[in-house]
Every structure is written in structure tokens, then in C-alpha cells.
């Protein structure tokens, strides 16, 4: 019953911003380890951000670290990631994912639950 969904992608241009969504059904968001992680044709999955369930602690990746910020939106059992001064590096497919409280959360590997993705290009 698990699902989650994706939304927010699009075609910018360097430097634009964008929000992305991830709406959670069939749990409560609150209760697990969140993340959001992207992937461009040719390279690995990486994780963006994520959201430490134990503590809530919020997790960067170096190169967005400044630029992207994690929220989480509990009446709307959401998650959004805010992404500013895009770069065109940023274009991939980006998904959201959930998991049971988990020591590192920004290891894909385990992650029980994920989205469908969001296509965000960023192009002059």
C-alpha cells in the first residue's frame, strides 16, 4: 500500500530554481528515513539529501550542499527538495525514497520504498 510520488520537474536555465515533491501514501513519512536521490543516463545513482530519522538531521551532498534544501511538510505527509542556482550538472531524473530508520541515509542501498522520478533539465 506503500506509494510515493513524484512531482515539480521541468526545463530551466542555469542559475533558475525549482521545487520538487514527493507525496507519501499508505504511511506516515515522519516515521521513516527519507531521501532524495538523482540519476543522469551513463552515472551511478547518487544521493542528494536525506533526512535522518533517528534525530532529523538533514544531509547534503557535497556538490548541492548551499544550493538545495530537504523539508518536510507532516500535514501533507510531503517531502519537497528546494533546488536553487541549478547548474546544468544538476540534470537527472530525481526520486524520493523511504525507508524504516536506517544509520546512514544517504546509502540508496536498502531503501524500501521510491517514487517513479521527476525529470529536471537544466539547459541554456
Known amino acids: 500500500q506503500a506509494q510515493l510520488v513524484e512531482s515539480g520537474g521541468g526545463l530551466l536555465q542555469p542559475g533558475g530554481s525549482l521545487r520538487v515533491s514527493c507525496a507519501a501514501s499508505?504511511?506516515?513519512?515522519?516515521?521513516?528515513?527519507i531521501g532524495w536521490f538523482r540519476q543522469a543516463p551513463g552515472k551511478e545513482r547518487e544521493g542528494v539529501s536525506c533526512?535522518?530519522?533517528?534525530?532529523?538531521?538533514?544531509y547534503y551532498a557535497g556538490s548541492v550542499k548551499g544550493r538545495f534544501t530537504i523539508s518536510r511538510d507532516n500535514a501533507k505527509n510531503t517531502v519537497y527538495l528546494q533546488m536553487n542556482s541549478l547548474k546544468p550538472e544538476d540534470t537527472a531524473v530525481y526520486y524520493c525514497?523511504?525507508?524504516?530508520?536506517?544509520?546512514?541515509?544517504?546509502?540508496?542501498?536498502?531503501?524500501?520504498?521510491w517514487g517513479q522520478g521527476t525529470q529536471v533539465t537544466v539547459s541554456s
Open positions: 499508505g504511511f506516515i513519512l515522519e516515521h521513516y528515513t
Open positions: 533526512i535522518d530519522s533517528v534525530d532529523g538531521t538533514t
Open positions: 525514497a523511504a525507508d524504516l530508520p536506517r544509520p546512514a541515509c544517504m546509502d540508496s542501498h536498502g531503501y524500501d520504498y
